[in-house]
């Protein structure tokens, strides 16, 4: 099999440019097109989301994802790619549902990245509060011991594999010999699928639900890399919010919250698990990476800082983090299956945009494959060659913020710069006011929309108002050309001084 060098790689997806460079679909072609051998699956697990990046993920279109999965484009030959298990988009239900997790616990699906969507919760096991379960989770146990009775019975010929598994005629239909492989695997991992998945499970009563932070934990176990789409699962976002929350903020809005109508609920709950890490929240949601602004360490520390077999599951990827973390670029040069070690990649935004999540995967999977190595990642863990340049720097409208001209209120009727009006665009990183949302369409500030710092750690807190401009002198009145740009050079170093105040600031805060 020929490979693409690191050099050749790096030449083409080092530089911001190329989100729009045509060079991109051809490589990307050559390099799904050997991928000929096995099936790399994807398994989506949602936990505190809204389904949005799930929308976007429908909305890809270079390629789409029905696309890649059916393998109907050059990218990836038909079966390559399995999408196992999703809980927006799978026919499944109950026990059916579960089974294919207990699947992936077993090893069916090996390798699999583990995707996230959605801000992960405390709960109890990790966080020793009672009732933080029903925060978030999937399926109670007695559920789970029902998909594995299930399993036993297909296996002894009992029952139709389509019956327990009807995602997987998706596959046959694609592909009968990748459909093959599995349901072999399947017979010959019985054991390991019934250990594992009972060992998941292991402190629980028949009536306990399982939580999403512990599904989380066992998936970590074995998955070959973990990505976050959208802002709630990398760093926490809209769920992370402090809200009422805030200790010296709206004290009224506190107390009333919390005495007269929740029955202590924030000094019962809430101020207990934000003391072990998790958000300041009405839910305690954070995302699986740290996010500096708010303070939050992140659910893959948390999980460390826990101990015992929480520590073994979240070690490698905690080791991943801290690299990058500290700018040692050796992360790049991890190899799949390495002991110790293995990716985690953020891919934040509100939602995370489709071809975004696409083009990560891609790289992830020609990864897991061993042709191409791990992207260059910045320092909140998001992949350069997407989230290299600010919304700024590539702005349509930067000609008006040069020529210092901006809109005075929000809807204005103008092409003016959106700075007066709140735009946080100087401190934002995304390409999509350049290249479109939806096919080259749309995107923030194009549309007239501010930015709103979607794609960056401290979203929502950090960054509300979203009307409110960053702080930064008005520009001076002058229509004289020269007396103009002298301005806008004036309102472009006082935003950056502002805005490295206002970062300063939010993450001392957060200390
Ligand atoms: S990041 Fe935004 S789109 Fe994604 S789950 Fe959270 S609220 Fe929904
Ligand atoms: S402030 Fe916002 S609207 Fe103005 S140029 Fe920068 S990114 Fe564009």
Request: aromatic share 10%; glycine share 10%.
């Amino acid at each position: 099999m020929s490979k693409l060098s690191r050099r050749d790689f790096l030449k083409l997806v080092g530089t911001a440019s190329i989100m729009a460079s045509l060079d991109w679909a051809t490589l990307i072609r050559k390099a799904f097109a050997e991928v000929q051998n096995g099936t790399i699956s994807l398994i989506w697990f949602e936990s505190q989301d809204c389904a949005g990046d799930t929308t976007s993920l429908i909305q890809a279109t270079d390629p789409d994802i029905i696309q890649v999965l059916a393998g109907l484009t050059q990218i990836a030959p038909p079966g390559a790619v399995i999408l196992p298990y999703h809980e927006t988009v799978m026919p499944e239900w109950g026990p059916a549902a579960v089974a294919h997790l207990a699947l992936a616990l077993g090893g069916v699906y090996d390798p699999y990245v583990l995707i996230l969507e959605g801000a992960i919760p405390p709960d109890s096991s990790i966080s020793g509060i009672d009732g933080t379960d029903l925060l978030c989770y999937i399926a109670d146990k007695a559920t789970v011991m029902e998909a594995l009775d299930k399993l036993e019975m297909v296996l002894e010929g009992k029952l139709k594999p389509d019956y327990l598994l009807p995602v997987l005629d998706v596959v046959k239909a694609i592909n009968p010999e990748t459909y093959k492989t599995l349901l072999d695997r399947v017979a010959a991992k019985k054991d390991e699928i019934i250990k594992n998945t009972k060992e998941c499970l292991r402190d629980l009563g028949d009536e306990d639900v399982i939580s999403c932070a512990r599904w989380y934990a066992c998936l970590m176990k074995r998955a070959a890399a973990v990505v976050t789409f959208g802002n709630c699962a990398s760093y926490g976002g809209i769920v992370g919010n402090t809200v009422a929350f805030v200790y010296g903020g709206n004290k009224d809005l506190y107390d009333t919250y919390n005495s007269k109508y929740s029955g202590g609920y924030a000094s019962n709950f809430v101020e207990k698990w934000h003391k072990q890490g998790w958000a300041l929240s009405p839910s305690g949601g954070v995302g699986f990476f740290p996010d500096p602004i708010r303070g939050y360490k992140g659910f893959a520390k948390i999980l460390y800082e826990k101990g015992g077999w929480f520590r073994e599951a979240a070690a490698p990827f905690v080791r991943f983090i801290e690299k990058v973390e500290k700018g040692d670029k050796s992360y790049m040069n991890v190899k799949p299956g390495q002991p110790g070690i293995r990716p985690a990649i953020a891919v934040p935004g509100c939602p995370s945009n489709g071809n975004a999540q696409l083009k990560t995967l891609a790289n992830l999977i020609l990864w897991v494959k061993g042709i191409l190595p791990l992207p260059e990642l910045d320092k909140y863990w998001r992949p350069k060659f997407i989230f290299g340049p600010t919304v700024h720097e590539q702005c349509p409208r930067a000609a008006w913020y040069a020529a210092g001209v901006m809109r005075k209120y929000p809807g204005e009727p103008t092409a003016a710069c959106l700075f007066g009006v709140g735009c946080k665009g100087p401190i934002s990183n995304c390409p999509y006011n350049k290249v479109g949302w939806v096919n080259g369409v749309g995107g923030p500030t194009r549309t007239g929309g501010v930015c709103i710092g979607c794609t960056m750690p401290g979203f929502m807190d950090a960054y509300e108002p979203f009307y409110k401009p960053l702080p930064a002198p008005v520009p001076p009145k002058s229509t004289g050309t020269v007396a103009a740009i002298v301005g806008a050079a004036i309102v472009g170093a006082a935003a950056a001084y502002g805005i490295g105040q206002l970062h300063k600031r939010e993450v001392s805060k957060s200390k």
